[in-house]
């Protein structure tokens, strides 16, 4: 019983962390519908952003805005690429993401692991000391859901800002924000800048929690987004009134669930990734599918 | 074919002056394809203009040149006095409406009407981070919905992808013209709607066009329509205006007299 309710406050922990980066995915690639693979960098340069600040002695709450502007510059790099430049939205991306490891890199002073130990994080030092004594042995947990959740308040309040309404409109009908005269592709732009910020701010958020950071975080990053969002947008579509910043968060902490509990059934770590791409796999099809479904049901409704 | 130009008798100031356009679809390669040689076109302030013609006569080009979709290869367009050749599509947008023949373009699907009115609303100004629907346009929202007769008034929070297309374009017509325009450009906007909802937008059409005194360019391959709406009649062909005809001149043609030299266009086009 104990080592599952560890195993469950394991999964919320990083369905939390990882589930900013999957509302950052969520605006590029369910808003703006642009598959955009530079977050597999943007997520480590949040990480060892955070790193170095926090070694030279930067407030960890500073820290994470800091990481956030980092990686909102890294997506205004991105949507340069592609709406100037005009590089297709994969290349783009790729581009990018290549780019950062050296940059990472970099950042951390040409190592590939900073650990930064004893250092103040936002989870052991300010405000969260303040927590009474008896939540103390669950702060990581609370600090991450107190974090998550302004986010997710957050993005859910732009959405519906009047820049929000028009980024959602640029996925949805690039000619409408056109003649609305505005023109899509600084629209673009600033949804990259948004979803790359979000996922620096993620990866932020783990370094602190694990209080290092290592360039190679971020690999994986874009499938563990995507999925996150396919499998969080498949289950609860159907339920008016559920934000989609929530089936991503939700989305999310399933998708890590489902691989902590293939790890716990005995798989081999070096299966990892395999079961990733598989868990991907069955989301993309099982959408597909109630997609399939729904509209064939609705075209029954009209008949 | 004997071809009429009845010249523009001079009536108030100039809102389009397109002068020496000239425009070549890949050019130097096996798909060239000129459509403009040397095409001009002045539309007075507050003029209905009908334009038809066969396909490729350069009547959708016209319009794209316009908007700025389309760069043109030589010439200059001029709207309400101001030279828009170096100006982009979006920044065009500001002074010229387009209300297009998919009724999907004109609108978005996964807002609500009241979230497409309100964007539609603050064109001109700046898309920030203040509320984007303000309560207090509610009500101007809603009286300007209702002489539609089509009962969205009452459906504010409905997802515009559940309308039908004449609803859609009901709407997508209202939402250019929110904001003032010096020019509202309708591209075969009935085309793609049954025969009633057909009829509806285009008494619509009428109704804003004659509220607002806007000065439109329609094109439509309805020659009833083209007869019976607008004060200007142009009739389209290889890049050229075969016929040009207002007001008192236009009647002289009976919609069989259209047709007959449609025909005798499109039989000259091969077709």
Redesign the interface.
Known sequence: MDIFVRLLINVMEEGLIYGIMAMGVLITYSVLHFPDLSVDGTFPLGACVTAALITAGVHPVLALCISFVCGGAAGSVTGFLHVRLKISDLLSGILVMTALWSVNLAVLGGRAVAPFFNQPTVFNSGLPMLLPEALRPRRVLIILAVITLIVKLLLDL?Y???????L??TG??A??????????GRMKVTGLMLGNGLTALSGSVLAQQAQSASVSSGTGIVVMGLASVIIGTSLLRGLRFVRPTTMALTGCVLYKACLVAAMQMGLPTNYLKMLMAALFIAALVTGNVLDGRRGARAKLDRT | MQSLIVPNPVGGEMMVRIEHIHKTFNPGSVNERPVFADFGLTICKGEFVSVIGSNGSGKTTLLNLLCGTVPQDAGTVEVAGRNVDRQRDHQRAAFIGRVFQDPAKGTCANLTILENMALADNKGRAYGLRPGVNGRRMNAYRAALEPLGLGLENQLHLTVGSLSGGQRQALALLLCTMTPIDLLILDEHTAALDPRSSETVMELTDRVVREKKLTTLMVTHNLRYAMSYGDRLVMMHQGRAVLDVTGSGRDAYAVEDLVRMFGEISIEMGN
């Open positions: 732009y519906k800002t009047q820049s929000g309404l028009l959602r409109a949805d009908n000619q409408y924000v056109v003649s609305q005269g505005v023109s899509p």
